[in-house]
């Protein structure tokens, strides 16, 4: 997938996984908006971001935004703000998440509420928030970053988020592939920087 001047927005793109993926953007000449609460190290990220493409000359444009994904009403007004800084999201990576792994029995209700908040409708708010634009468009990649568990159905939080956010795997309904060039793509995090950027 040629990057070059495409708006990648990561979410959870200021550390681990994210990070990782919005260096291999910036390698690859795009512009990368990264999402996530902790202010400080959305900023050290963006620096760092920043310092590599200037090394590189890439010319990749860096923005960030401060939300929670689980603010559904905070994330649409973060990702205009983005959209307006960048320009349309050309492909948009729903990377934030955590995973508290235990005995189902061990674990409390909280934990699977907290779960579901972050990683079904956090990445439901953010997915939301984009694809009206790019079906608008008739443009857009989405990628759900899921986990090897998914594959093993094990536990719910993870197959709940893949599965029903965009429907996980299934192909777009008619109506949606006349309007849209792309459907979305769930990839475990081993794969996602082979697949998604190669
Ligand atoms: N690493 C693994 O082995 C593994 C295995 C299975 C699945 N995964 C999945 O892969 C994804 C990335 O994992 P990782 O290990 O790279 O994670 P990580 O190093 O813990 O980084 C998580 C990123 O998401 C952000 N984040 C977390 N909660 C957020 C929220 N509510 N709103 C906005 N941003 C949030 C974090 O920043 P802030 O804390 O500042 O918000 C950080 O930028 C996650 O979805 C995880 O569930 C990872």
């Known amino acids: 997938m040629d990057l070059t001047d495409k708006h990648v927005l990561i979410t959870g793109g200021s550390a681990g996984i994210g990070m990782a993926l919005a260096q291999e953007v910036v390698k690859r000449k795009g512009n990368v908006t990264i999402v996530a609460r902790t202010v400080a190290r959305l900023i050290d990220a963006k620096t760092q971001l920043e310092e590599q493409a200037q090394k590189l000359g890439t010319g990749s444009r860096i923005a960030c935004q401060a939300v929670d994904v689980t603010d559904a009403a905070a994330v649409r007004e973060a990702l205009a703000l983005a959209v307006r800084e960048l320009g349309p999201v050309d492909l948009l990576i729903c990377n934030a998440g955590s995973a508290k792994l235990g005995y189902f029995h061990e674990l409390d209700l909280a934990t699977f ?27 857009g990649h989405i990628v759900l970053v899921g986990s090897a568990l998914s594959s093993f159905e094990t536990t719910p939080h993870h197959v709940v988020r893949r599965q029903h956010v965009l429907g996980g795997n299934r192909r777009p309904r008619a109506k949606e592939r006349g309007q849209l060039a792309s459907a979305s793509k769930a990839v475990t995090p081993d794969q996602a920087i082979c697949v998604i950027l190669m």
Do not use: E, P
């Open 113 to 139: 509420s907290q779960q579901m908040q972050v990683n079904y409708f956090g990445v439901l708010h953010v997915v939301h928030a984009l694809y009206g634009d790019m079906v608008r468009r008739n443009q």
